[in-house]
Nanobody, 114 residues
């Protein structure tokens, strides 16, 4: 059974930092493209960042230079380091694993507020 479990969300002030983590089980993790998506209230879910099996990364323009995605294939985890957070970064952040299947985590809330 494929399972993704996110952690690390919370409340932070503008300019602050958070680190999200996603632990995967039930898949050959190293083969999967891992991604972080977010959904703000009233908006569609959007890609924040992704990382391929060989470590190539892709970022939404809105987070380039502020967010960093990384993976640890030995631990089956993917992280999202978020710095210089802005009010618009608020939303539910979802971990995604994509290869032969497409699986989502349950999401973790990130709230940026003063």
């Amino acid at each position: 059974q494929v399972q993704l479990v996110e952690s690390g969300g919370g409340l932070v002030q503008p300019g602050g930092s958070l680190r999200l983590s996603c632990a995967a089980s039930g898949i050959r993790f190293s083969m999967y493209i891992m991604g972080w998506y977010r959904q703000a209230p009233g908006k569609q879910r959007e890609l924040v960042a992704s990382i391929t099996s060989d470590g190539s990364t892709n970022y939404a323009d809105s987070v380039k230079g502020r967010f960093t995605i990384s993976r640890d294939n030995s631990k089956n985890t993917v992280q999202l380091q978020m710095n210089s957070l802005k009010l618009d970064d608020t939303g539910v952040y979802y971990c995604n694993a994509r290869f032969t299947t497409n699986t989502w985590g349950q999401g973790t809330q990130v709230t940026v507020s003063s």
